[in-house]
C-alpha cells in the first residue's frame, strides 16, 4: 500500500531559526495536504498543493510540491514559540476517498 | 458553531469491557473518519464512511466496530478484542471524497486502561 514517509521525527531550534521538514510517497499524488497540531490538540489543516512545482506562502511558512508530485516539504522561516507542535502532512490513497498520514515531524522552539 | 464534537473527552476502560467513543458532526459532511494516534506517532486510520448506512475498514480495524445510521454520527467502539486500546482517538470528516478534500477533525478522545 502507499507509504508517506516524513524527516526529521524530531527537530528543536532556537527561536529565530529556520526550520524544514520533508515528506515523501512512495507513489505520485494527486494532492498533498499539511496539518498541525499544537500540544494536548488535534490536528488542523495548514494547505493543500495539486500541481507539479507548486510553492505557496503563508506569512512565514512555505510549501513546495515536487515536480514529480511525490515529494513535499515545509519550511518556517524566523521560527516563533507560536509554531511549537507537529506538523503532518498526508496524501490519498489510490481509491481517493482517504488519507494516509506522515508519522509527523514534532517542533519545538526554545525562547 | 459548525463543527466535530467528540465525547467524552477522557475514557478509561476496564479488561474485557466494550467502550463507545461519540462523534457528531453539523457541517452536513457526507465522509467521516476515525483515526488512532499513539504517542510519537502519525494518525493510523481505524474506519471510515462515505455514506450513510456504509462504511468501510481502514488500516487498523480489528477490535474496533462502527455504525453510521445518522448523516451527522459515526460512532466507535472499542472492543474487547483490542488488547492495546489505550491511545488517542480522533473522529475528521470531509465534504468530498477525504483524500481530495481537508479533513476537519473532533478534539479527540483519550482512551485508557484500567
Known amino acids: 500500500g502507499q507509504q508517506v514517509m516524513q524527516i526529521p521525527q524530531y527537530q528543536h531550534v532556537q527561536e529565530g531559526e529556520d526550520f524544514t521538514t520533508y515528506c515523501n510517497s512512495s507513489?505520485?499524488?494527486?494532492?498533498i495536504q499539511w496539518y498541525k497540531q499544537r500540544p494536548g490538540g488535534h490536528p488542523v489543516f495548514l494547505i493543500q498543493l495539486v500541481k507539479s512545482g507548486e510553492v505557496k506562502k503563508q506569512k512565514r511558512l512555505t510549501f513546495q510540491f515536487g515536480e514529480a508530485k511525490k515529494n513535499s516539504s515545509l519550511h518556517i522561516t524566523a521560527t516563533q514559540t507560536t509554531d511549537v507542535g507537529t506538523y503532518f502532512c498526508?496524501?490519498?490513497?489510490?481509491?481517493?476517498?482517504?488519507?494516509?498520514f506522515g508519522e509527523g515531524t514534532q517542533l519545538t522552539v526554545n525562547p | 458553531d459548525g463543527g466535530i464534537t467528540q465525547s467524552p473527552k477522557y475514557l478509561f476502560r476496564k479488561e474485557g469491557q466494550n467502550v463507545t467513543l461519540s462523534c457528531e458532526q453539523n457541517?452536513?459532511?457526507?465522509?467521516m473518519y476515525w483515526y488512532r494516534q499513539d504517542p510519537g506517532q502519525g494518525l493510523r486510520l481505524i474506519y471510515y464512511?462515505?455514506?450513510?448506512?456504509?462504511?468501510q475498514k481502514g488500516d487498523i480495524a480489528e477490535g474496533y466496530s462502527v455504525s453510521r445510521e445518522k448523516k451527522e454520527s459515526f460512532p466507535l467502539t472499542v472492543t474487547s478484542a483490542q488488547k492495546n486500546p489505550t491511545a488517542f482517538y480522533l473522529c475528521a470528516s470531509t465534504a468530498g471524497q477525504g483524500g481530495l478534500e481537508k479533513l476537519f477533525f473532533g478534539s479527540g478522545t483519550q482512551l485508557s486502561v484500567l
Open positions: 464512511s462515505q455514506i450513510v448506512n456504509d462504511f
Open positions: 507513489t505520485t499524488l494527486s494532492n
Open positions: 498526508a496524501g490519498p490513497g489510490t481509491s481517493g476517498s482517504r488519507l494516509t
Open positions: 457541517l452536513n459532511h457526507d465522509a
